[in-house]
């Protein structure tokens, strides 16, 4: 488990968080399998539309899950970027559709791919701690679409991450968006009720 920084130290706690992160991948190239597999059937509140995000870099991969899911009929989705400042739209996409970079050239369904709103998001996760706060690359886009989305109605939003990646307490900002669970190669739980 990570040792949260200070709460004005969040650069340094997401440099050591990376670093963690590799490690966790380079150590456990199954971990996505495993935690796709371990996600009890009926764990998650009912959901029609899943987004999860393409993997970049050590991330946990959510494709193993995101197939799962699909196999039981949910409809995917991929984020993609418009710019720094704003909210992440999300567009339908099925595993073999065609992909182009988006603003921060991560792989995501063309402007020609349907937009969706998803009630069920896998969120990538630098750290994360047991009420469900969550540590991202910095920039807020999934701070800015949470807000948004929830606004409009219910999102249920599940961290994917390492379970090396739990630190004991992040810090929060007043704009920081909290996960409703967590899911790891270690197993799936509620977090912050």
């Known amino acids: ?46 959901f029609t539309v899943v987004a999860g995000y393409w993997p970049k870099g050590s991330e946990l991969s959510p494709l193993p899950l995101m197939r799962r899911l699909a196999m039981g009929g949910a409809e995917l989705a991929l984020p993609a970027a418009q710019g720094r400042a704003s909210a992440l739209t999300f567009r339908r996409w099925a595993e073999g559709d065609p992909l182009a970079p988006d ?22 996760v630098l750290a994360f701690d047991s009420a469900g706060s969550r540590l991202g690359q910095g920039a807020g886009h999934y701070d800015r679409t949470l807000e948004a989305l929830r606004a409009g109605g219910p999102v249920f939003v599940v961290g994917l991450a390492f379970a090396g990646q739990e630190v004991d307490r992040l810090p929060q900002e007043p704009h920081d968006q909290r996960l409703d669970a967590i899911l790891t190669e270690d197993g799936y739980r509620r977090v912050g009720i």
Do not use: E, H, N
Request: some cysteine.
């Open 1 to 46: 488990m990570i040792t949260a920084a200070s709460p004005l130290d969040k650069t340094a706690l997401r440099a050591k968080a990376r670093s963690v992160r590799a490690v966790c991948a380079a150590a456990d190239p199954g971990a996505a399998d495993r935690a796709a597999a371990s996600l009890a059937p009926g764990a998650l509140p009912s």
């Open 103 to 124: 603003a921060f050239g991560i792989p995501a369904p063309g402007p020609a791919a349907p937009q969706v709103r998803p009630d069920l998001i896998i969120a990538p």
